[in-house]
């Protein structure tokens, strides 16, 4: 078996970070959801 997941802290980022979510109107909607359920951490 192949170890599948290497993390990369900019990879990491660039896909599912903040900057990236508040572009689209999925990912606003995505962290206004987080935020109203009280996440420690809204995004990545």
Known sequence: MSITYQPKKRKRAKTHGFLVRNKTKGG????????????????V
């Open 28 to 43: 606003k909607r995505v962290l206004k959801s987080r935020r109203q359920k009280g996440r420690k951490k809204i995004s």
